[in-house]
């Protein structure tokens, strides 16, 4: 591995260029085509190939994108495009295609720099995705920074993926997971927080907007608070990257982590981003390949930022496919994006409170376009089954959230779920499949 010769920018190198022809005679995405201001939802649809799919002879309507996005065709097209074209090992080769797959790799790392507004490629850590990232801090800056009696604050709103490293690492540290409560609508209670910040709060992690809720939270006001307390802050931002523009210079968290398949990306890859000085003195995560700069028995050298956490060949195609899909929500514009999504929220959430028995769990001021509901007299697994048959796809379940279902008294909810492509007509499709539940099961 050469570091140097990745680290020198990529923009003006050949193969870079060959690759840019290339990527001109491939069609713009219709969703770029026209005025920003005019979003074409019905033109961003015929983007993404599975929607004109039918299930169980009904017309798909994909609403669990909470849990994972369809992919517009220019990201499956440039898959296969690296498949056909570039396939070959990074950081690695002084041939063509080598070099090829590390400039396009390392491009990746760029867009994914200008996507977050991060100072520098040095911040930008590719993982398997949240869970990753997450891991990758309570086991690297944990090990080090976490003692006995410390604290790290989390919240009730938390996914399994924000919780769990931080129990493991407090059980091991013999140091205290403690959690900030939320209140009936699914609001972080900022005062509980402020009293939980403590000398020997270490860390607060806290997700950008809830997957199981949909409650955007407070975070730039919440890391001010950790700061001033002299706490890190890291956010969960797998539910932050797909709706809303995101600037961790301006938040100035400390690190900052999503997933690639949750905005229109492949599974298999995310980021962690982080800051440099605070990423520079954090030990590395995994040995192999890659991060290194010398082995030796006796001692071994680690690579520079990011490489010193990116051991063995990396997951390439996926960020190869994960700077195509933040191109494409670029060039359509994560404001239009946001703008549209809140149009469904706000329709479907007027459309759901007219159905008979059916009770919105999570009712945040800001919200992202998520919503959760129970359903009186119905098992969230029936309605989920019921509206399969629709060729309606919701999540049923806890949401990889049980500590929050617990505080709201139920074992699971029903959740759709918006996405950049999704249309009234789709929410209008859930309230005819959810009025078919009511009339099975009534
Ligand atoms: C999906 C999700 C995660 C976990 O992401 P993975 O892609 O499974 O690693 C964490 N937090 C939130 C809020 C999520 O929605």
């Known amino acids: 591995m050469n570091p140097r010769s990745a680290d020198r920018g990529t923009a003006d190198r050949g193969p870079q260029t060959a690759d840019r022809r290339n990527a001109e005679e491939v069609p713009l995405p219709s969703a770029v085509r026209g005025p920003r201001s005019d979003y074409d939802v019905e033109r ?27 992919k517009p065709q220019v990201v499956i097209d440039r898959l296969v495009r690296y498949y056909t074209e570039e396939n070959s ?3 690695r080769g002084v041939h063509y295609l080598s070099e090829v797959a590390t400039a396009d790799y390392e491009a990746a790392r760029t867009t994914v720099k200008k996507f977050i507004n991060a100072r520098d490629e040095k911040e930008i850590v590719f993982t398997r995705g949240t869970t990753e990232a997450i891991n990758l801090v309570a086991q690297s800056w944990g090990r ?18 924000n919780i769990v490293p931080w129990q493991l690492l407090c059980e091991e540290k013999k140091a205290r997971l403690r959690v900030a409560p939320v209140d009936d609508d ?38 001010a608070m950790a700061h001033a307390n002299g ?51 954090m ?11 010398s082995v030796s028995f006796e001692k071994t050298t680690f690579n520079a930022l990011p490489y010193k956490f990116e051991a063995g060949t990396p997951n390439i195609e996926g960020v190869i496919g994960l700077a195509a899909a933040l191109d494409y929500v670029s060039l359509a514009g994560i404001e239009n994006i946001a703008a549209h999504e809140h149009d469904l929220l706000t329709y479907a959430t007027g459309r759901l409170r007219e159905v008979d028995g059916l009770r919105i769990i999570g009712t945040a001021k800001r919200k ?13 697994h029936d309605i989920g089954t019921i509206l399969d048959r629709e060729g309606v796809a919701i999540r049923t379940g806890h949401h990889c959230a049980q500590p929050l279902m617990m505080r709201f008294n139920i074992p699971a909810t029903s959740r759709a779920s918006f996405a950049m492509y999704n249309t009234r007509a789709e929410a209008d499709a859930l309230i005819t499949g959810l009025h078919k539940v009511i009339e099975v099961f009534r």
């Not at 003692?147 to 790290?152: A, K, N, Q, S, V």
């Not at 030990?283 to 700069?293: E, F, K, T, V, Y």
């Not at 992202?368 to 969230?380: D, K, N, Y």
């Open 44 to 70: 961003i649809r015929r983007d993404f190939p599975i929607l004109s799919r039918s299930i169980r002879g009904r017309k798909l309507v994909y609403l669990d994108n909470a849990a994972t996005t369809q």
């Open 89 to 91: 090992n990074v950081h």
């Open 144 to 161: 080090v920074n976490v003692r006995e009696g410390d604290e790290i604050l989390i919240t009730a709103i938390e996914h399994h993926s």
């Open 186 to 223: 699914g609001d972080i209670i900022l005062d509980e927080l402020a009293r939980l910040l403590t000398p020997r709060t270490r860390l607060v992690a806290v997700g950008h907007a809830s997957n199981a809720l949909g409650t955007i939270n407070p975070i730039a006001e919440i890391i």
């Open 231 to 281: 706490s890190l802050v890291l956010v969960d931002g797998a539910q932050g990257v797909p709706h809303m523009s995101i600037d961790v210079q301006a938040l100035d968290c400390d690190f900052y982590a999503f997933s690639g398949h949750k905005v229109y990306a492949p599974t298999g890859i995310g980021a962690l981003y982080g800051k440099e000085s605070i990423l520079d003195a």
């Open 283 to 293: 030990p590395p995560w995994q040995g192999g390949g890659d991060m290194i700069l």
């Open 368 to 380: 992202a376009a998520v919503i959760s509901f129970t359903l009186e007299g119905v098992h969230p």
